[in-house]
């Protein structure tokens, strides 16, 4: 996938309608709704979920980030709340991308690849041209307690810009990315978009000032490009 100038934000871990508000205000391409998960923070009710996505306005893009391997149970999971992107957060064991793009028509399939190794170029090429982009995180799906992101860790960039190289889907890159450093995240991968969770959150509430900060780095980061 050729760089990217002027990346998309992606906001992750809304807990409310207020907090989907503020990012939207800001300019979020996109919000991030953390349904059950094995670990980490930022989850909430299948209800509230459905909520947003109500209220979500046309152009941005409503992420269900779901732990489900199973393709039929995340498409019931879809079609129970509405959204408009599905972000797979761990490995699918039963059945295939192809299969959730078959049965959701018009629903973009959004894979995560947690940055452990190398290894992850493999993967990622793997997996690219059956869906619709490549989240780039920080987890570990093999530990005991899986970890499936928002772990608040930077993982090495180098390999995430491999990937974004030879990849011929967009790449967002998530991962411990902060206020102080994601214009230099943006000018080693040059992603087409950057998801952020705990780096604008203060005692887990999205934080307006570090929202604000963010949005001001990542435009500044257009300057490296002129």
Not at 24 to 34: E, F, H, N, P, S
């Amino acid at each position: 996938m050729e760089p990217t100038i002027r990346p998309r934000v992606k906001i992750c871990c809304i807990s409310s309608m207020n907090e989907a508000n503020l990012a939207i205000r800001y300019g979020a391409a996109a919000i991030g709704l953390v349904s059950e998960m094995p670990s980490g923070p930022g989850m909430v009710s299948e209800g509230l979920i459905a909520q947003v996505t109500t209220k979500v306005p046309p152009g941005v893009s409503s992420f269900l980030l779901t732990s489900k391997f199973d393709t039929l149970a995340i498409v019931a999971q879809q079609r129970r709340l509405g959204v408009n992107t599905i972000q797979i957060c761990d490995r699918l064991q039963w059945g295939s991308h192809d299969d959730l793009r078959q049965a959701l028509p018009g629903i973009a399939i959004v894979q995560a690849i947690h940055i452990t190794s190398e290894a992850a170029i493999e993967e990622a090429l793997a997996v690219a041209p059956s869906v619709s982009a490549l989240i780039l995180d920080s987890g570990n799906p093999l530990l005991p307690e899986k970890e499936l992101g928002r772990t608040g860790r930077v993982h090495d960039w180098t390999i995430s810009r491999r990937i974004r190289e030879l990849v011929n889907v967009p790449v967002f890159l998530a991962g411990g990315l902060t206020p102080d450093n994601v214009k230099d995240a943006i000018q080693a991968v040059q992603p087409f978009g950057v998801d952020v969770c705990s780096g604008v959150r203060t005692n887990g509430k999205l934080d307006e000032g570090k929202l604000s900060e963010f949005f001001n780095q990542v435009y500044e980061s257009l300057t490296l490009f002129e």
